[in-house]
């Protein structure tokens, strides 16, 4: 009898753990038909500093709303108002996204998250969600320095600027980019939640979750100080936030000690800077066109325009070519620069810098002339700062007579626009320009901003031509940006003390700048960008569809040991001023077991190639270029509350990702909840019932009585 009990007890286990393992195994394909998941979004996340934490969020278990899409004031007023279904899930159009709308639903209740519409449909004249005064804390103007000129009292740089970005919102805020999932949350929402004559919708209403829960809050100080206690006593810690890192590019047209750090004897550079990043209010969604792409591909230019001129006719001063990471954060990659040249922790110091010309946003021009920005203060305390200003000035004015460039300095007591020369002026008074297409306020209308994109910047194809023929198609954007790095390198040339004559030689070459502008706003997977980058990097996606996005992110966690960006500019750089050798793919990589080779001197890149039928195959690249730290000099310090160095960081999260589905009215979910509940119920009253009579119930499987013969 008791082994025929134990028996089917075990038979019950077993179909106990079959009917969970099925259910198991169904439970995904259960999940997706109830579910549809949005792939292609882009959110809003938390950034902090040392007083404030920006961005948004959503609860642990993510944010649920009714979906109701915002297309006049009607709607709003009927989710922040009169909609009996709250709370809402808000989809706009970007017509309605703005500073007023967003912080009515951040003051509101009645709003779960919001999405937005990625479109330049009903794209207003302007929009940009950064501030008015941009990096306004950690520039060179203070109570101590030029106190009239702080805080942006002579210039508002950004006038159009609305703050968006720095405001903290307690929901999540996501960017829809796939217009067929568009459609589909569209058509979810017509069917199911559609007003008719002005009634409420009836159940089962169209709903969407979003999950962006934020594991940082408060700010830097706090996020660090919480981070470090838990690296110290807990076995398994865990990161709250980390600091906005990347690395600086560089390379000199004399190459420079690589291990020797500190004062370089006998040297004197002319630094040529510009940034690498950009932001926008959405995570990663910063295509920077005008705000960046003009610096970048006119200062790579004007490195083409140079170099072969440099070979043969080198002037007496070294050029120091460098882009700065982290600059839309306060001047991070810049600030690390000039903190390690104080410190003689970089292979120059302050003392090598004769002047420096910045290439700020220079894409606008459009026929306008260009803007020679100076910092007035320096010029007015020393002499020799005036005098060379002055020189580097009426070089570029003479250059620029002979180019279809026009070039003109603003009043005098004008002060310089935000720039990393602003870091160096803040260690040093050295002469310097800034080159931008703005007298005063900018001209870029999306400053830092999702849509400060090709179109802003005015690049355009004829249709029907391929990605190689638009490769190489000189828009008038090209032209444009051409002239302008042909100025930067002649001027750059006679600051180095080269010889006039040698001018007429450096010119930019439209094409190369086809190239680069394609290749950086509007397609990065292209033949050229392929053959300068290393077929591992290849392989490891670096060259994804679309443009490559500029904001600086956190280094390893986000896209690799190097931002693609980053890693785009120093290729192209080594193609630009490298030497092609005869090394094989091992030597490449380890150059200072050859001793004709100089590793203090150079960097060895083993690229690609070109792909076409009389291309070359993968070969190594000797050349001066070289990566630098970009993180702020706060965290080496762990001075997390600095009021002189960038202290950004972002929050780490567990799961970011959005998804659609149809919810039943409360009452039905506690009509289901409480059937649920009673089942619960009979079911445990049935087990214990056929428990306690298991005797009796399975009584009738008797031994076989004996038999007497």
Known sequence: MRKMEKLISINCVKLLITALFYTCVSCSSVEQKIYVELNDTVPCVRLLNATHQIGCQ???????????????????????????????????????????????????????????????????????????????????????????????????????????????????????????????????????????????PQYPLCAMQLFSHMHAVTDTVTCMRRTDLQTRFSINPEVLCDPLSDYNVWASTQPLNNSAMGHADNVSVVIAATRLDGRSFFWQEAPAAEGTVSGIVTLLA????????????????????????????????????VYDMERKEFVIDLNNVHSMLEIGQVGLRNGRELWMHSDPISRMNSSSVEEEVLDMVKNMHSIAAGLNVSVNEPSASQPLPPSSFQRFLRARQIPGLVLADHRTSFVNRYYESMYDDAENLNVSYPPNLSPEEKLVYET???????????????????????????????????????????????????????????????KKGILSSGPPQFYIGL???????????????????????????????????????????????????????????????????????????????????????????????????????????????????????????????????????????????????????????
């Open 58 to 200: 959503s609860s642990m278990s993510g944010d649920t709303g009714v979906l109701h899409v915002l297309e006049s004031e009607s709607d709003l007023d009927w989710i922040l108002n009169t909609g009996p279904h709250p709370p809402y899930m808000v989809i706009m159009e970007t017509a309605f996204f703005s500073r007023s709308v967003m912080l009515r639903m951040k003051n509101s209740s009645r709003v779960a998250g919001v999405a937005v519409i990625v479109s330049r449909t009903g794209l207003a004249e302007n929009f940009s969600p950064h501030t008015t005064c941009p990096n306004q804390n950690t520039g060179v103007y203070s109570a101590k320095y030029g106190p009239e000129l702080a805080n942006c009292n002579v210039t508002t740089w950004n006038p159009l600027g609305n703050g968006l970005s720095y405001e903290d919102f307690a929901f999540p805020v996501f960017a829809l980019k796939d217009e067929n999932q568009t459609q589909v949350i569209r058509k979810c929402y017509e069917d199911h939640n559609l007003r008719l004559n002005g009634s409420a």
């Open 476 to 538: 008038e954007a090209a032209k444009s940006l051409a002239e302008v790095a042909t100025l930067v390198a002649r001027s750059l040339y006679k600051q180095a003390g080269g010889d006039d004559s040698n001018l007429n030689n450096i010119t930019a070459d439209p094409k190369i700048v086809a190239q680069m502008l394609y290749g950086f706003v509007i397609q990065k997977n292209n033949s050229w960008f392929q053959s300068l980058l290393s077929p591992d990097l290849t």
């Open 302 to 337: 004007a490195v083409q325009a140079l170099y072969p001129v440099i070979q043969l006719a080198p002037p007496p001063r070294n050029i120091f070519f460098t882009f700065f990471q982290g600059e839309a954060f306060d001047y991070i990659g810049s600030s690390k620069m």
């Open 555 to 709: 280094g390893q966690r986000t896209h690799g040991p190097v931002h693609s960006v980053t890693r785009f500019v120093q290729h192209i750089m080594a193609n630009l001023t490298g030497t092609v050798t005869n090394l094989t793919e091992t030597q490449c990589q380890k150059p200072d077991e050859i001793s004709t080779e100089n590793k203090d001197l150079y960097a060895y890149f083993w690229v690609s190639g070109s792909t076409a039928v009389n291309g070359s195959g993968p070969f190594c690249v000797r050349a001066p270029v070289r990566l630098s730290k970009a993180v702020s000099p706060a965290f080496e310090r762990q001075e997390y509350g600095s009021q002189d160095y960038s202290t950004w960081t972002e929050s780490r999260w567990k799961s970011i990702r959005a998804r659609v589905f149809l919810v039943a009215s409360r009452e039905l979910e506690m009509l289901t909840l409480g059937v649920g509940v009673a089942v619960l119920l009979l079911s445990l009253l049935v087990t214990y019932f056929i428990s306690s009579k298991a005797e009796l119930l399975f009584s009738s499987a008797r031994e076989t009585p004996t038999t007497t013969y």
